[in-house]
């Protein structure tokens, strides 16, 4: 089963401009990934945010987290043309459990 | 490239037959896990193996089953396939159950299943 929901289901941008991309989960949870998926390639780990944490920043993403909404957002500033993937969000609802992925988002990046 | 690889790339397979699938862990994990994703959706998990121990299983029949050698390589049967089968079936390799200090896990890039 789907654990979290990811919102828009498909978005379009030009290069340059920022993509934001949410995620909303349904139980309590001990952290929160977000993963990118190129055509019919393997997924690739982009950040993990704790459920303590609030913020957190790699190069150009930045993620959020509200555990009171169960809801979480990636933002990705300057996008390029090599962003045009999919991007999931993966809850692990307790330590040792397994990772459960949303259904994505489906970036497209037009130079 | 995560040092994950699995095999066969592609196989297709018709209503019946029985697949296998297979998976070499990136070295120094101890953990695989397997996700089928069908066209168009996010991955679904299928179970777990530590230590070559089954743990944790998602909402798959029986006739998917596995197995983790003690060289933390890992396979993946399929029995009865069914046209629904048909789809990208993922595994991971993490360090420990809660996929090490970073929790995450490192995929490898599938196995593409076709069933007539």
């Known amino acids: 089963s789907q654990q979290g929901e990811e919102d828009p289901q498909a978005l379009s941008i030009q290069e340059g401009e920022n993509a934001t991309m949410n995620c909303s989960y349904k139980?309590?949870?001990?952290?929160l990934q977000w993963y990118r998926q190129n055509s019919g390639r393997g997924l690739v780990h982009l950040i993990l945010?704790?459920?303590?944490?609030r913020e957190k920043h790699s190069g150009r993403l930045r993620v959020t987290l509200d555990t009171s909404k169960k809801s979480s957002s990636l933002l990705i500033t300057a996008s390029r043309a090599a962003d045009t993937a999919s991007y999931f969000c993966?809850?692990?609802?307790?330590?040792?459990?397994?990772?459960?992925f949303g259904k994505g988002t489906t970036l497209s990046v037009s130079s | 490239e995560t040092g994950v690889t699995q095999s066969p790339t592609h196989l297709i397979k018709t209503r019946g037959q029985q697949v296998t699938l297979r998976c070499s862990s990136q070295?120094?994990?101890?953990?695989v896990s397997w996700y089928q994703q069908a066209l168009g959706q996010g991955p679904q998990f299928i179970f777990q193996?530590?230590?070559?121990?089954?743990?944790g299983r998602g909402n798959f029949p029986p006739r998917f089953s596995g197995l983790q050698f003690p060289n933390y390589s890992s396979e993946l049967n399929v029995n009865a396939l069914e046209l629904d089968d048909s789809a990208l079936y993922l595994c991971?390799?993490?360090?420990?159950?809660?996929?090490?200090?970073?929790?995450?896990?490192?995929f490898g890039e599938g196995s593409r299943l076709t069933v007539l």
């Open positions: 993966a809850t692990r609802p307790q330590a040792g459990t397994a990772l459960i």
């Open positions: 139980t309590s949870i001990n952290n």
């Open positions: 945010i704790r459920s303590n944490e």
């Open positions: 070295s120094g994990h101890n953990t």
């Open positions: 193996y530590y230590r070559e121990e089954e743990n």
């Open positions: 991971a390799s993490s360090s420990g159950l809660a996929g090490g200090i970073g929790g995450e896990l490192f």
